[in-house]
């Protein structure tokens, strides 16, 4: 196979952290190359200046045998490298058509463009209307709007940043089948990713990334997961071990609860029922933008509800807001660390005391009693391992594992009754999330009920007692989780929403 | 006592009392709409009012005040723009600050031309349109400036939604992070909009200096900057309903101070609240539809912009 892109010696620094260091290696003709590593390995800094976003400090590129140096995207662009974005590029008050356009270095008429859309759209089986508003359309749909965009720019190397964190399993498969008929027409792919069956299942080779250096290269379909993951990890990986303790009584009920989102963009909650015992995990899965918010704000009590929807042992807490839950004993841990769990630049004694002066008797006679907060904040801090240099720090300092780590311990300190978390491993390693894991096993086993809000099947797999999946707001019925087939998962959270696989096998690829 | 208001007057006066408004409003609403907050309109349009007279007295044309008018507006939202943009100043606390420093740099460059007549700006003598009855002396006798403004909203419009540029310029305002992962250098086109924003009000600010008053005071923009900016939020950033917003502030301002002449048995406190009340009233009735609103507004609008990741 010759060579399409070849990375050599790839160093790129920043203030404090070096994100990559003499990084090599080489991409083929029509070959699917995936880059593995953890969150914070380096390979987002590493496709970034191979799409001409970051500049490196030292190495060179070689693309179709001669030099390449992007200047900015629009350079890489016009060289035939196209790439889809993890954190979505895409603009959400613009429709479909006019985020196409802005990704392309000249786009034709709207009118013909919005043709061509539909054109390449239906050839790969990823059906798009060009005039909706892109804030409308699920992740997976959104996905489909970048792919296309790339697409439509006839590429020789498209790149790919974790594509699958927002897809239900079926759309993984139908996302893979329209990635190896790019493959079949010649299209080089460079796959980013952390989830080693996929790059088992689709590519070619593997290069893997351990803090911003190259520790290996292999051909991933040769090895197993656990032996990628080794690779990867570094060290053995310890897998959280749940104990076996009997379910109490139902502690919180969930009854035809329908709040509507405060985002114009958001998905309001449609008749979603369900209960938790005491000592049991409910593990609530779905692809992201489904509702996973405003379940969480409703339980916290940030969205207040009808007070029968929400039921804490039989008593009606729906019409509560967030304080009057926390006496309670409903504690959340919500998704987004940097400005709804934590406040970004207060310290973490302050973050503390935030959420937990209502159940630990931090406030007297209106002031806080600051000796106290410290002693609660220093003993998340040891309890639960979180590195800094101490108290003080601001919470934007902290990195995200172990400011996640900081966050569910303050809250699991609290000894909640109920405890909702969403999202609690995501861009945390793998290290910190199992430290997380077991944390939220533990409070289940001490007799808490948790609601557990996750797009991480494999960790609702292996936490959860039950599992149910929210679909355009809606729940499902919950299930035991144990013996779930990733089929009937993938059914739960809505199948494949509406794709279907590519449909031309011997045509030419349209574009 | 009679009521004395002549209709065709007070439509031909309401385009003239409208026009600094929408000037200074029609430039905002492109900065807002590239994501940046310039809460400085105020300050520049009344540097705008003394540059646009002084140059015009000084040269004896009022078409070189108001291109300078223009020029003065555009320099000092450049000041703005490097603060804001470069340094990553407030977007509030800055323009702000922008407002108080106009409006003093203003008293000091207009000492000298307190109490001076500026040459006229000449009444287009529009042939046909003009003699058309009642409609001619209605829309078609004015000056350069007050078509201009409507070619500038039309422009502004058409820009927005059928051209690359607009896309691109809605895109930053919309998210800034995604247009610069596209490749899109999003403080040049933030820069570009601040310009066009600072050279509008200062073209808003030498109407009234030239047209409307036409005199320089200290301060004789009074509160419009301030309305301008109201009027972009209310119009839910959008081209034809900022002319509305405009068009309905400055048309009952007029009829108010119509109807305090005509000696009417309404307070002239109330009368003199009147435009204000009226205008943010209807716009607030028209964007009701929070979500359509919310829409419309720029997702990015007064967020600094780092290329840090």
Known sequence: MTALLSVQGLRKAYPGVVANDDVSFTVGKGEVHALLGENGAGKSTLVKMVYGLVKPDEGQMIFNDGAYTPGSPHEARSTGIAMVFQHFSLFEALDVAENVALGMENPPPMRELAASIREVSETYGLPLDPSRLVGDLSAGERQRVEIIRCLLQDPKLLIMDEPTSVLTPQEVDILFETLRKLQAEGTSILYISHKLEEIRALCDGATILRLGKVVGSCDPREKSARELAEMMVGTELKSPAATRHELGDVALTLKNLSVNSSNPFGTSLKNVSFDVREGEVLGIGGVAGNGQDELLGALSGELKSVSDAVQLGGKPIGHLGPNQRRQLGVLAAPEERLGHAAAPDMSLVENAALSAWVRMGMVRNGFIDWAMARNFAEKVIDDYDVRTPGSANAARALSGGNLQKFVIGREILQKPNILIVNQPTWGVDASAAAAIRQAILDLAAGGAAVVCISQDLDELMEISNRFAALNEGRLSEPRPAQGLTIDEIGLMMGGAHGMEVAHIHEEEGAS | ?309
Request: with cysteine; hydrophobic share 55%.
């Open chain 2, 1 to 309: 006592m009679e009521l004395s208001i002549n209709p065709i007057l007070l439509v031909a006066s309401l385009m003239v009392a409208s026009t600094p408004i929408l000037l200074a409003a029609i430039g905002e609403m492109v900065v807002e709409k590239a994501g940046v907050l310039n809460l400085g309109v105020e300050g520049m349009m009344i540097v705008g009012a003394i540059c646009g007279f002084a140059i015009a007295v000084e040269t004896g044309s009022p078409a070189v005040g108001f291109v300078a008018a223009a020029l003065g507006g555009a320099i000092l939202s450049m000041l703005f723009g490097f603060l804001t943009q470069y340094l990553l100043s407030n977007q509030v606390a800055t323009g702000l600050a922008l407002t108080l420093f106009g409006l003093g740099l203003s008293s000091l460059m207009g000492q000298g031309y307190v109490g001076i007549k500026p040459p006229s700006t000449p009444k287009l003598d529009i042939p046909i349109l003009g003699d058309i009855p009642v409609l001619g002396p209605m829309i078609f006798s004015h000056d350069l400036m007050v078509y201009i403004s409507l070619a500038i909203v039309a422009g502004v419009w058409a820009f927005l939604k059928y051209t690359r540029g607009g896309l691109i310029l809605r895109a930053v305002g919309e998210s800034h992070d995604a247009a610069h992962a596209l490749g899109y250098n999003v403080i040049l086109v933030r820069l570009a909009a601040i310009g066009f924003g600072g050279a509008c009000a200062g073209l808003g600010g030498a109407y009234l200096s030239l047209v409307r008053v036409p005199q320089w005071t200290e301060g004789m923009t009074a509160g419009a900057g301030w309305i301008a900016l109201a009027i972009v939020v209310f119009a839910s950033w959008r081209a034809g309903r900022v002319l509305l917003g405009a068009y309905l502030f400055g048309g009952i301002t007029v009829l108010q101070l119509n109807l305090q002449a005509a000696g009417v048995a309404i307070p002239v406190e109330l009368l003199s609240m009147s435009p204000y009340l009226i205008t943010i009233l209807v716009l607030v009735i028209i964007s009701s539809d929070r979500n359509r609103a919310a829409l419309n507004a720029p997702a990015s609008l007064g967020r600094s912009f780092h290329a840090s990741s």
